[in-house]
């Protein structure tokens, strides 16, 4: 195994641990994958079977967590990743249009990376913000809404420039 389990992810794993009984301790789960991929920027099978064994779970309870949800990265992603819902609502408003404009302004495929490194494109279910589509997320943070062509220009345009 390459990931090691640092003496200073140990304490956060353990502050966010003890939020639960003993007999609990998986409900940390998410939280301690969060913590993995803040600190290596995506969740490894190394680092999940990491955390399993610190849990005291089998590795298949992590990974089940790690491929459910698409805030985890499975493997590195660029600097900036971008995720573009293509969830119904979306699509009747555009959702899949704005994923293929963005795809074609970085010259990069759906779920792809940047040769320089700096973008990664994902469609993603939904966001929670029907009302705004299109929408997308950036860094698993920055929610962005009515996200016409022109708005996801000016968008890249200023992520290019940070």
Not at 9 to 20: P, Q, S
Request: proline share 3%; hydrophobic share 40%; aromatic share 6%.
């Amino acid at each position: 195994m390459s990931y090691q389990l640092s003496d200073a992810t140990r304490a956060r794993f353990d502050r966010e641990v003890a939020k639960y009984p003993a007999e609990q301790r998986i409900s940390a789960v998410m939280a301690c994958l969060s913590i993995i991929q803040q600190e290596e920027g995506h969740v490894s099978r190394d680092s999940e079977e990491v955390l399993a064994k610190y849990l005291g779970v089998q590795p298949i309870a992590v990974h089940e967590v790690t491929t459910f949800y698409n805030m985890y990265n499975q493997r590195p992603v660029g600097k900036f990743k971008l995720n573009v819902c293509t969830n119904l609502p979306c699509q009747l408003r555009g959702g899949q249009q704005a994923l293929e404009h963005v795809c074609d302004k970085l010259g990069v495929e759906m779920g792809g990376t940047t040769a320089d490194g700096r973008f990664t494109v994902q469609q993603s279910e939904c966001l929670g913000a029907c009302a705004d589509a299109p929408v997308l997320l950036v860094n698993d943070r920055q929610m962005c809404s009515f996200m016409s062509h022109e708005r996801l220009d000016e968008l890249l345009a200023v992520l290019k420039e940070a």
